[in-house]
């Protein structure tokens, strides 16, 4: 009796078959690719750049996507290729080529300091003149902002919160007063709190901004 083809997982290879007859394979890999086998059809996921090698422009498993975007995130696009892929996988995906950028950055020491005008209400630090009224407790009510900027979260902490550290004073009248929900004064507080500096500190820690050495720091400043 002839057996039909049909997918299997090799458990002492620890990888897909196309199993023949029982036991003959004729093909072996990811159980993407032997299921298209099977079926005579495989899946197809295009890339706007060639893979580094210089073949193809395409992977025919999202595993191969994946790969794809830790090796060479600065490559991976796919926004005129949209249709191929969910909306859960471009989501999945745009989070992963994030984080690897992001990692490359730090390793690099390269940093891409986004300063966005007005208020971001996601990851962002905000810095703003403001002015405060006369009272015994500071609390978010008695602080009226006035134009602000937008300062990336993890960019604010690998780069300028040494410095916002380094000007914070504990012992001023205004960070003594304020009301805090949690933490206390002797420290810069990071979340939803009010850190105070004044016009001084704030032009010292510009200044010292400035002359750190741009081959050292490689940090470009741009806005949006």
């Not at 604010?156 to 007063?177: G, T």
């Amino acid at each position: 009796m002839v057996r039909h083809p049909f997918p299997a997982y090799n458990l002492f290879r620890k990888e897909w078959i196309l199993n023949l007859d029982g036991n003959l394979q004729s093909e072996s890999g990811s159980v993407e690719m032997i299921a298209g086998d099977y079926i005579h059809q495989s899946l197809y996921y295009p890339l706007e750049k060639k893979k580094p090698d210089g073949a193809e422009d395409h992977c025919h498993s999202f595993d191969e996507v994946i790969e794809y975007v830790i090796f060479h995130p600065e490559e991976f696009s796919i926004d005129d290729d949209s249709e191929y892929y969910s909306l859960q996988q471009i989501r999945f995906l745009k989070k992963l080529r994030e984080k690897m950028l992001d990692v490359r950055k730090r390793e690099s020491g390269f940093y891409d300091l986004a300063i966005k005008e007005g208020h971001d209400s996601g990851d962002c630090y905000w810095i703003m003149p403001v002015k405060i009224s006369d009272c015994e407790t500071i609390h978010d009510e008695d602080v009226t902002g006035l134009e602000e900027i937008s300062i990336a979260g993890n960019t604010f902490y690998h780069l300028l919160l040494p410095l916002f550290e380094q000007y914070y004073d504990c012992d001023s009248d205004l960070n003594r007063k304020r009301y805090l929900s949690e933490g206390n004064h002797s420290h810069f507080e990071f979340y939803l709190e009010h850190n105070f500096y004044t016009y001084e500190q704030i032009e010292d820690l510009l200044s010292e901004l400035d002359e750190m050495n741009p081959s050292e720091t490689e940090t470009i400043l741009r806005t949006k």
